[in-house]
């Protein structure tokens, strides 16, 4: 079994490693490069060299191709200080063999109107690729921080605690982050910054902002709250001290909190991040799903053919035919006349009514397939061999039921458990679009519209990953279910 989970994950790890390539050469090769600034208002401002520099620097950034300014292609070239200055000369004969140099590598020459030359090198598929997965993994160390302005920064690891809530965390003095391992009660309560995912930054919307952090940072406005500081000062403020990374330069506000550099934090919000306000919806609305539509299965599959059985069908089928933005709708009409809003911002996340209608709606889009599935599983194993042998042996018809015919029907729908539970995550477009729900639902329609590409680079990284494990979960659920079913059988055995 060990080996077979362990060949697994390897299966699941190459699978996304190609789902992602896949959508990385297609993004960076297939759709026309200029298109992504049609929503940058920064490059609109932008005129001559600055605009020309800008364009540059931005296909630079978002992996397109690598740029050098005059200054880098100097400095690529030359180590000696007299033929670096000579070469930052224009028309110099040190600047045109530096030139040479970079159009052997493969790059092109253009030159600003002021005259000042730069190269470029646009990526091929393979380089695309190397420049993306080379950058994936970033691994924080002691020796992280090179900062010529503060050489002697102690490198060390050791143990403090959590200044939110006292609790044992792991520090380090030299690393990126102050805090790499700490718990505390939001999911899934124990957190790293040892291992981070770099899928670079958004752009153009949330421009500069890494994509991770678009998606997990809260919304709404700052929540200052109540806390200490390693100074000693004890004042409200929003900064998240378990966020803290290195900060070269400080303030004075900065030195009067921090007793060292780590003092560049994120901040706490009001309202939850994207992804916790879908997965807390998702989640709500899979337990009302599961809460009645399991209990309304079984019990159409024990009155087969009978009213409740026929008005279980009949309603199966009325959603199953009705377009789900006509549910949606509808139903959202009858919440408006019992006094729930329409729309999700009117009260806001601290109201539990902006809750209810788009957890119900999402809850009973999803109780059709489940009555059905569950329901037909039911009868056919109440028509088994097994099940007739029983009632030889004089077993009580609840007992068959309850003992035999469910869990063998239910196998099928503990299979899909992990998945519906762990894609949530993913959130639920039409509804939360018709509420305007501030979750996961849109971002990835967006992103594709705005051409965001690190945003569909990180989502379909984050949906895959997470599709495969759970595939993954609920094949072991299945097994822990009932043992009688081996992953590792072969056929004919």
């Known amino acids: 079994m060990r080996k077979y989970i362990l060949t697994r994950i390897l299966k699941s790890i190459l699978s996304i490693f190609a789902v992602v390539s896949i959508i990385i050469v297609m993004l960076f090769t297939m759709i026309d490069r200029t298109k992504i600034f049609e929503n940058d208002p920064v490059l609109k401002k932008q005129k001559g060299d600055a605009r020309t520099t800008y364009i540059y620097k931005k296909y630079d950034e978002l992996g397109y191709m690598d740029y050098q300014r005059k200054v880098d292609l100097c400095k690529g070239v030359y180590d000696d200080a007299s033929d670096y200055n000579a070469c930052l000369v224009n028309g110099s004969e040190k600047q045109g063999e530096a030139l040479g140099v970079w159009e052997r590598k493969g790059y092109t020459v253009e030159y600003l109107k002021s005259g000042d030359p730069l190269v470029y090198h646009d990526y091929s598929a393979l380089e695309l690729l190397g420049h993306f997965y080379s950058q994936l993994i970033v691994v924080d160390s002691k020796n992280a921080v090179q900062d010529e302005a503060n050489p002697d920064l102690e490198r060390r690891y050791y143990i403090g605690k959590n200044p939110a809530n006292g609790t044992p965390a792991i520090l380090c003095s030299g690393c990126q982050y102050k805090y790499q391992l700490y718990f505390n009660g939001s999911f899934p309560f124990i957190h790293q910054n040892k291992i981070t995912f770099n899928f670079g930054n958004s752009y153009p919307s949330n421009q500069g902002i890494p994509t991770v952090q678009v998606i997990n940072e809260g919304q709404g406005a700052i929540k200052p709250y109540e806390q200490t500081f390693d100074t000693g000062l004890t004042e409200s403020s929003a900064l998240i001290q378990t966020s803290c990374q290195y900060k070269p330069t400080l303030d004075k506000l900065d030195s009067k909190r921090f007793s060292d550099h780590y003092a560049s934090c994120l901040s706490a919000h009001e309202s939850p991040s994207m992804v916790g306000t879908s997965y807390l919806m998702g989640i709500i609305s899979l337990i009302i799903a599961y809460a009645f539509g399991i209990p309304a299965a079984i019990d159409m599959a024990q009155h087969k053919d009978k009213f409740r059985d026929k008005l279980g069908i009949a309603y199966i089928n009325l959603l199953v035919a009705l377009p789900s933005m006509a549910f949606i709708f509808f139903m959202r009409s009858i919440g408006t006349k019992l006094g729930l809003p329409d729309k999700f911002p009117q009260l806001g996340f601290g109201d539990i009514r902006s809750w209810i209608m788009p957890t119900v709606i999402l809850a009973l889009l999803s109780t059709p397939s489940l009555m059905m599935w569950l329901r037909r599983y039911m009868i056919d194993q109440s028509n088994a061999d097994y099940v007739k042998f029983a009632r030889a042996k004089g ?72 599709s495969i494990l759970a595939v993954l979960i609920g094949d072991l659920l299945m097994v822990a279910v009932d043992p009688r079913i081996s992953l590792t059988a072969k056929g004919g055995e």
Do not use: D
């Not at 899909?416 to 039409?430: E, F, H, M, Q, R």
């Not at 996961?440 to 992103?447: D, I, Q, V």
């Open 395 to 466: 077993l009580s018809e609840k007992e068959i039921f309850r003992h035999h015919i469910l869990r063998n029907a239910i196998i099928p729908i503990v299979n899909g458990i992990p998945s519906s539970i762990i894609l949530c995550i993913s959130g639920a477009l039409i509804t939360e679009s018709a509420f305007a729900v501030p979750g996961m639902g849109k971002m990835l329609p967006n992103a594709i519209n705005q051409l965001n590409n690190n945003m569909v680079i990180t989502l379909t990284f984050i949906f895959t990953a997470l």
